[in-house]
């Protein structure tokens, strides 16, 4: 346990000399105020103190390399069973006003556990409640909310039923906006109300219907989040259509396959938009793939799209002139949505949202991230990732506002839009909040309207995520992983529990879990469902679903039936856990296992953005050696012939003082301008990087062979 800190520390996180020597001399006045500095809660009482501190000084403000310092002293010592340290208390007040607080009362149960708990034991009940709660429209009541008996691998939600979930997304006043939205080419903030985009949905679906589009038909989205893209996505569902998202970024033999693996028979796509200061063309890529007849946006939907297949339509011409059209009633089971995974080493799965799918990623925003009217949800998505349709769920039937920008979210421009538009809830990815730390692009901006942040995609770091949580004050991080096969979370954080920076507290409700370790009950290990829940896929398009997630599965403790999910996770003390990427990102070096995160979090150094640890066999041996991919800060060094040695050596002095000398063994570094990405924030799997990394190899070889 540190008895002081020094001056010098704080000079070495860049403050000024005065201001260091007079921050050490009230820090150590607070650590000699401070008899038994191992309790827990006086370690808490310590940090908070500490933020006062930070609160009050405006140079310490703006100096998060002396804050992390603080944070660090705070929780020194802190022992295993009491977990990490809390950066974000709950006040009594936002418990009581919270959703969860509200459930809580109504329930008459004392704490979240106890409502947890319910949730998970009274699953049909708590759906009910969350129904109700949400205000889901049905046009035919269900006469259950599961089937009795229900098979929990293939369950039937409200049987009976008949809705159209875009229904659910048009209760709000009429005048309430319902997104705002600007972007690089046009920075002037644009409010959209829920009466225009009820209007502009229904124009969508009466296009569609003038078209020939039948129900059932499906219909790409190849293009960025903006307000017109939402009112097409709801547009299609309300016509009885499903939505197929893909990914603006993605190549067009990536378009042709996922357009074909769903069976597309029409795109809505733009004809390019601004990114990074560059044009990035859209709609050339439908044409290249010779995907299906498009309906074509301009950049400035107001300025018509030009088209070069004579079967294109132009935006304005598509636009049918009726705003209202009466919604197709469908089965709670059919598709509303059909999204893919990564698909990166095989033909990615395509996995059919129904309209039930829809009511657990408005529950998780409802229950985990606390929406409610009076907030403004930002998300950095898109259509061809799970998150944009979440987001449009979690803002529109929460009667939320959505907060929309098209263009790079690594440049200031993009945190003067957060500010601007009274963002009060942002997502993000670990990989944004990296740039953003190394960059300083969003330091001493206006965030005082967040409340709470999301973090998702993949395993977050406590620092980047402490630093995220200094832009606003120290507003919590809710961090939430789940998959698009699950329609939102299986663990996550609340408003109602501490906030410990890159952990969990709680699976999502109306679910639960274990961790096994070689088919045994573990705190650490790969993590199974038990289902059933709300929006847990019971089909996949392309793939066997019960070979997916349920063939070889164990049993759990007490005979459940379990799902499988290939993640890794860990409970900690305190009533934490910790995500560690996915099982296939596990790493074996010398008997001793790790995650690629773990070695990741211990290898930061000035000259590198950004690292990815991975194993291979080297020499065909089956003995494994540890390579680390690295994304030199200054992209001149890529050429670099030292560097690669210079930080294999760092590396491994790194991975033997803090993590385990056994797996202190770099064989290369291997330098690249960004990580082979997966999806939007998510970094190639370890088997995907070895088979990158033995095709550099095979070309180096055949280099060599050459001279």
């Known amino acids: 346990m540190r008895p002081s800190v020094t001056p010098a520390e704080f000079e070495r996180t860049g403050l000024p000399r005065d201001a260091a020597r007079a921050l050490a001399r009230r820090v150590n006045d607070l650590l000699r105020r401070r008899a038994d500095r191992t309790n827990p809660d006086a370690q808490v009482g310590l940090w908070l103190e500490f933020r006062g501190l930070i609160e009050t000084d405006p140079i310490l403000g703006g100096a998060f390399g002396a804050q992390a310092i603080l944070y660090r002293v705070a929780y020194d010592g802190r022992a295993g069973k009491d977990g990490p340290g809390p950066a974000w208390i709950p006040s009594p007040e936002t418990i009581r006003t919270s959703n969860l607080g509200s459930m809580m009362q109504e329930r008459r149960v004392g704490s979240y556990a106890d409502l947890h708990r319910w949730s998970t034991e009274h699953r049909a ?8 709660r949400l205000g889901i429209v049905f046009r035919t009541k269900p006469e259950a909310i599961l089937e009795p008996n229900a098979d929990p691998m293939h369950p039937d939600w409200l049987p009976g039923a008949r809705l159209n979930i875009a229904e659910s997304c048009f209760r709000a006043e009429p005048g309430k906006t319902a997104i705002v939205c600007a972007s690089e080419a046009i920075p002037e903030l644009r409010h959209v109300t829920y009466g225009e985009l009820h209007r502009l949905a229904a124009r969508v679906a009466n296009g569609l219907r003038a078209l020939g589009t039948k129900p059932g038909d ?53 004809g390019a938009y601004l990114r990074d200061g560059k044009e990035h063309p859209v709609y050339s890529k439908v044409t290249a793939a010779n995907g299906p007849r498009a309906v074509v946006l301009g950049m400035d939907p107001e300025t018509p799209a030009r088209t070069t297949r004579p079967k294109d339509l132009g935006w304005t011409d598509f636009l049918d002139d009726k705003g209202t059209f009466d919604a197709v009633p469908c089965r709670p089971s059919d598709p509303s949505n059909i999204l893919f995974s990564s698909g990166t080493t095989k033909d990615p799965k395509a996995i059919p949202w129904t309209h039930t799918t829809p009511i657990k ?38 009667r939320a506002t959505m907060a929309l920008y098209v263009g790079s979210t690594t440049r200031r421009a993009f945190g003067e839009f957060v500010s601007q538009a009274g963002v009060t809830m942002l997502g993000v990815v670990p990989k944004l909040v990296r740039a953003w730390k190394l960059e300083g692009m969003m ?116 005979g459940e039936v379990l799902r499988r999910h290939g993640d890794q996770v860990e409970r900690l003390g305190g009533g934490f856990y910790r995500h560690h990427g996915r099982i296939d990102d596990m790493i074996n070096l010398n008997g001793v296992k790790t995650s690629a995160e773990e070695i990741r979090s211990v290898i930061g150094n000035d000259l590198v953005a950004d690292a990815k640890p991975i194993s291979v066999d080297t020499d065909g041996s089956g003995q494994h050696r540890l390579v680390v991919y690295a994304v030199p800060r200054d992209p001149r060094l890529l050429a670099s012939l030292d560097l690669p040695e210079r930080l294999r050596t760092q590396f491994q002095r790194d991975i033997k003082d803090r993590l385990n000398p056994l797996l202190a063994h770099v064989e290369e570094v291997v330098l690249v301008p960004e990580l082979p990405q997966a999806g939007p924030g998510k970094t190639k799997t370890m088997q995907e990087l070895r088979r990158d990394y033995e095709a550099r190899e095979k070309k180096v070889e055949h280099r060599r062979e050459a001279h």
């Open 125 to 132: 009940e708590f759906w009910s409640a969350m129904i109700e």
């Open 218 to 270: 499906r219909v790409a989205l190849y293009l960025p989040m903006t307000p017109e893209s939402v009112g097409i996505y709801l547009g299609v569902v309300l016509a009885g259509c499903c939505v197929v998202g893909i990914a603006d970024a993605s190549a067009p033999a990536d378009f042709a396959k996922r357009s074909g693996i769903a069976g597309a028979k029409l795109v809505f796509t733009v």
């Open 361 to 398: 990623a408005a529950a998780d925003a409802y229950l985990h991230h606390d929406v409610g009217p009076s907030d403004v949800l930002a998300w950095p998505t898109s259509f061809g990732w799970m998150m944009g349709p979440w987001l449009t769920y979690a803002a529109l039937v929460n």
């Open 443 to 558: 330091d001493g901006l206006d965030w005082g309207r967040i409340r709470r942040f999301s973090s998702t995609a993949e395993p977050s770091s406590p620092e980047e995520m402490l630093y995220l949580m200094s832009l606003a004050g120290y507003k919590p991080v809710i961090e939430y992983c789940g998959g698009t096969e699950i329609g939102g979370g299986y663990i996550t954080g609340t408003m109602v529990q501490p906030c410990a920076p890159s952990a969990f507290t709680t699976a999502a409700m109306g679910l639960d879990f274990v961790i096994l370790e070689d088919g045994r009950m573990s705190d650490r290990g790969e993590l199974f469902l038990i289902p059933p829940s709300i929006g847990l896929s019971n089909d996949l398009l392309n793939y066997d679903h019960f070979k997916e997630y349920f063939q070889g599965v164990p049993r759990g403790p007490n």
